[in-house]
């Protein structure tokens, strides 16, 4: 055949001109970004032909009664963007006695397919519905998956999702490959973190049987059904927005709830002075602040139950007035401690007056900062200054290496160091490692800390 001219039809059978569709990839100068977007502008072309002989076939209404049918209509009216994924299962997943949409339609022998299209629905129907672990990302380009049950990895290109996932996020969704390149071809609208995506994993193995070994593409089609993955992944969907919707209780590194507390004392004037010097020796405070109108005093205990390397922690303030003493905590039960301890040692010199209470997040709007709990970002006028990004790593990996030899509730009380020689605890430690990287890895660039030394430093780099 003579090669076609740049405004001829493609011979492709897309109905566009050869200039517009294949002519740049014979070229050879067509970018992976190109070729993935005239993969989805192929597909969408099929769907629609698709969608026409299934209406022929069973009627306009053929995916209202579909959904009916596997009992999924409810959670496609909550969720829009489901479609995007119940699309593709419908024409390629879904089957009757038959076969899938797709293959009956083949089989019907339609006119006017291009050895190209059928190429294309033959790859739709070498593809899977599963969940991948996205392993690795490349900015406005492609994402690096590995399949949980198959172990099959895929360097997909996906330009948009790029963009938002990051490691160790979780995706239900179809991968097809077709002419050397993936790309997705359905998708769950939500993606799941590192720790629901395991509980996720874990009731698919119990419908396959398999606690942790592989299990083929075939065996993943036949015992798992479409709408057994859509339920399972949207009902986790939904608790994961519910704890999500819930405040986090803050706590200090004693663990107790955080509550701001300030105790107001009254004193004679004259017992200002006895007051000062039985609050150093109590505070054992080498340098009180004191800018002649009033005097503060830090408290102290040895040690730190969170930061083992801690000498200390400050366990309150006291702001000595001319006429009144303020002790300031921040939890009930250290407030308690604290003004037992003072009543003690003024010994009838100052009298309890009041207790006041604050929550932090109220002081920490009232002073402009950012609420821990709305997630409010900082201020693009007032950029963190580069020193102290840097101090902040620091601080990061510092505790991060901490984290390595402290006990732990999660892996019963044993140091990550310590469970990494467990077996039994081994998946525990490795979910906790995900769930540390797959945080990090949505800070902000700058401020991300390279977590891989946590991986070799307990022996679990091949794991990773």
């Known amino acids: 055949m003579s090669k076609p001219g740049r405004n001829d039809p493609c011979p492709c059978g897309s109905r566009k001109k050869y200039k517009h569709c294949h002519w740049l990839a014979e070229q050879g100068t067509i970018s992976e970004s190109e070729r993935a977007r005239q993969l989805h502008d192929l597909d ?29 209509d409810d959670a496609f009216d909550s969720e829009p963007g489901l479609s995007q994924l119940i699309g593709p299962c419908a024409l390629y997943e879904w089957r009757s006695d038959e076969g899938t949409i797709a293959e009956m339609w083949l089989a019907s022998s339609p006119a006017g397919l291009s050895d190209r299209q059928r190429g294309w629905l033959e790859a739709q129907g070498r593809a899977w519905l599963s969940i991948w672990e996205v392993r690795a990302v490349t900015p406005d380009l492609a994402v690096s998956v590995r399949d949980f049950f198959t172990g099959e990895e895929r360097h997909v290109l996906e330009k948009s999702g790029s963009r938002t996932l990051t490691p160790r996020d979780a995706i239900l969704g179809r991968v097809v490959n077709f002419e050397g390149i993936s790309v997705f071809c359905g998708m769950y609208p939500r993606i799941l973190p590192p720790r629901p995506a395991a509980g996720v994993v874990a009731a698919i193995r119990k419908i396959l049987g398999v606690r942790t070994s592989k299990v083929s593409v075939g065996r993943l089609r036949d015992a798992v059904p479409p709408s057994a993955w859509v339920a399972t992944w949207g009902e986790a969907v939904r608790l994961q927005e519910v704890a999500a919707s819930r405040i986090p209780q803050l706590s200090n590194t004693d663990g107790d709830p955080l509550l701001l507390t300030k105790d107001r004392f009254d004193f004679v004037p004259a017992d200002r002075a006895c007051i000062a010097a039985k609050l150093m020796d109590l505070a054992q405070d080498d340098d009180p602040e004191d800018d002649g109108a009033e005097r503060s005093f830090t408290f102290k205990k040895p040690g730190n139950a969170m930061h083992k390397s801690w000498d200390n922690t400050i366990v309150g303030h006291a702001v000595l007035e001319s006429g009144a003493l303020v002790l300031e905590t921040n939890s009930i039960r250290r407030a308690d401690d604290l003004r037992a301890k003072v009543e003690r040692a003024l010994d009838g010199l100052a ?114």
């Open 351 to 464: 009298r309890y007056r009041v207790r006041e209470y604050q929550d932090p997040e109220v002081a920490l709007r009232e002073a402009g900062a950012p609420s821990r709990r709305s997630g409010s970002p900082a201020r693009k006028d007032d950029p963190t200054p580069p020193e102290l990004v840097e101090a902040l790593k620091d601080l990061k990996r510092r505790h991060m290496e901490e984290w390595l030899d402290t006990p732990i509730p999660a892996l019963s009380g044993m140091t990550p160091r310590e469970a990494a020689a467990k077996p039994r605890k081994r998946k525990e430690l490795l979910l906790l490692l995900k769930e540390i990287e797959n945080h990090e890895s949505r800070a902000p660039k700058e401020q991300q800390v390279d977590v891989s030394f946590m991986w070799s430093e307990l022996g679990l780099g091949g794991a990773r």
């Open 44 to 72: 969408g072309e099929m769907v629609r032909r698709l969608a026409r002989f299934a209406e022929r076939e069973f009627g306009q209404g053929w995916v209202g009664d579909l959904l009916g049918q596997l009992e999924i």
